[in-house]
């Protein structure tokens, strides 16, 4: 059970996650939370963020541009797959049990984003938790066009990791005390990124409301 715990404790916190893993299990952590429907839970924001500053302090062994690219590469396949997955399975998914991993109330707050929203999810929705891991799903279930979907997600993936990483790395090269605030950091992304989930939710209650007194 400790095993257990140490692992999800592990995955949960981005830099404990980089040290034991490296650059390999970073780029298996953005493309699982962006491509697999259980990755839910995982730090990506935080996640990039966190790994810029860890390769301008030079703990982590690798160029900016090599990182950045390599996390491109692995936000959009993530999002491919979880489209795939989307156009095959996603069906089952509005009628499968929770469980664990799963919650259904995670892929409808990912419908209330995506009705609010539209295709334009796909690219804003990568800021936000949950969004970013079950909007492609959701695009594959609902047979969106593949052209329009391919370049809602690679401008979401390039834009989400540029504007991450780079930023991270800025202050990890000249603000390397900023690792000492990290916890802050989190708190406040985690406080961002519930602000359009809500509104989205609140949107789509007064609609059901106002079709019930009609």
Not at 10 to 25: D, F, H, M, P, R
Not at 44 to 70: E, H, R
């Amino acid at each position: 059970m400790e095993t257990v715990d140490s692992i999800f404790e592990t995955l949960l916190n981005s830099e404990k996650l980089i040290a034991y893993g490296g650059i390999t299990l970073l780029l298996i952590v953005i493309f699982a939370e962006t491509g697999l429907f259980f990755g839910f839970f995982l730090p990506g924001d935080y996640l990039l963020f966190t790994a810029g500053i860890l390769c301008g302090t030079d703990v982590l062994d690798v160029s900016i541009y090599s990182l950045t690219i390599l996390l491109i590469m692995a936000a959009i396949l993530g999002d491919y797959t979880g489209y795939a997955s989307g156009k095959y399975f996603g069906h089952k998914l509005f009628s499968r049990k929770d469980s664990l991993f799963f919650k259904k109330e995670y892929l409808l707050k990912t419908e209330a984003f995506f009705k609010r929203y539209g295709n334009v999810s796909l690219i804003i929705g990568r800021y936000f938790p949950i969004i970013r891991t079950f909007a492609p799903i959701l695009a594959g279930s609902v047979n969106m066009d593949f052209k329009k979907f391919s370049l809602a997600n690679i401008s979401g993936g390039i834009l989400w990791v540029v504007t991450l990483v780079p930023t991270g790395y800025y202050f990890g090269k000249n603000y390397p005390q900023v690792m000492d605030y990290l916890g802050y950091i989190i708190l406040t992304f985690t406080a961002l990124t519930s602000i359009p989930l809500i509104k989205a939710l609140w949107s789509i209650i007064k609609t059901k409301r106002k079709k019930e007194l009609l």
